[in-house]
């Protein structure tokens, strides 16, 4: 199933075909039995055990994150970035890594345009850390309500959500993160940066 290489031979040897002898052979998997592996397999393979060494690869990673960022504005000649902050994880993340590449460069944290755009179901609660982490960072800050454009959005497409039902289905949760990417995509446009 993975080693493709004996296709490819026999199309450039077609003439030789038919010189090839086929042998069929049963070779049954008992369908009740388990097949155990041989070997112990980590739970999270890519991730070490030893906090150390876990410690040390993430360090690795980040600083993989933060050069490649580094690299693409300094061969695209731009200087600034624009990034959603929601208030979780990946988000913040992602901003520290934005962080690092324009200290790296020299560049004032001004030129990270981080912009948090609150939804339908957005709590006060990562609502607040979007905005604290940005005021910790010391970048641009920037708060767009989505909704007003979210919910012209499914009236247009006449969703059952813009006359009252309460269907919360995956146009409903799409419409939202397009919302989001849209506005990013035109922040950027609008800065002369590129999206995170």
Same mark, same amino acid.
């Given at each position: 199933m993975r080693q493709t290489t004996f296709g490819r031979?026999?199309?450039r040897h077609a003439d030789e075909v038919a010189q090839f002898d086929v042998?069929?052979? +049963? &070779?049954?998997?008992?369908?009740d039995a388990k097949? +155990? &592996?041989e070997?112990?397999?980590a739970r999270f393979p890519y991730v070490p055990a030893d906090s150390a060494r876990r410690d040390e690869r993430c360090n690795e990673v980040y600083n993989i994150q933060v050069q490649a960022l580094l690299q693409r504005l300094q061969s695209s000649g731009i200087s600034k970035v624009v990034i959603g902050i929601s208030g979780g994880l990946d988000s913040t993340h992602a901003l520290l890594v934005c962080a690092k590449a324009?200290?790296?460069l020299g560049l004032p944290l001004a030129n990270i345009l981080a912009c948090t755009m609150p939804g339908f179901a957005t709590s006060?609660?990562?609502l607040r850390q979007a905005r604290e982490l940005m005021e910790v960072?010391?970048?641009?800050?920037?708060?767009?309500?989505?909704?007003?454009?979210?919910?012209?959005?499914l009236t247009d497409i006449g969703h059952p959500?813009?006359?009252?039902?309460e269907q919360y289905d995956i146009t409903y949760e799409n419409v939202q993160a397009g919302e989001r990417t849209s506005h990013l995509f035109r922040l950027a446009n609008f800065n002369d940066a590129i999206v995170i």
């Amino acid at each position: 199933m993975r080693q493709t290489t004996f296709g490819r031979s026999t199309h450039r040897h077609a003439d030789e075909v038919a010189q090839f002898d086929v042998i069929e052979f +049963p &070779l049954p998997i008992p369908a009740d039995a388990k097949l +155990p &592996l041989e070997r112990r397999v980590a739970r999270f393979p890519y991730v070490p055990a030893d906090s150390a060494r876990r410690d040390e690869r993430c360090n690795e990673v980040y600083n993989i994150q933060v050069q490649a960022l580094l690299q693409r504005l300094q061969s695209s000649g731009i200087s600034k970035v624009v990034i959603g902050i929601s208030g979780g994880l990946d988000s913040t993340h992602a901003l520290l890594v934005c962080a690092k590449a324009i200290d790296r460069l020299g560049l004032p944290l001004a030129n990270i345009l981080a912009c948090t755009m609150p939804g339908f179901a957005t709590s006060e609660r990562t609502l607040r850390q979007a905005r604290e982490l940005m005021e910790v960072i010391g970048c641009t800050a920037g708060e767009i309500d989505i909704r007003p454009s979210c919910a012209q959005m499914l009236t247009d497409i006449g969703h059952p959500h813009s006359s009252g039902t309460e269907q919360y289905d995956i146009t409903y949760e799409n419409v939202q993160a397009g919302e989001r990417t849209s506005h990013l995509f035109r922040l950027a446009n609008f800065n002369d940066a590129i999206v995170i």
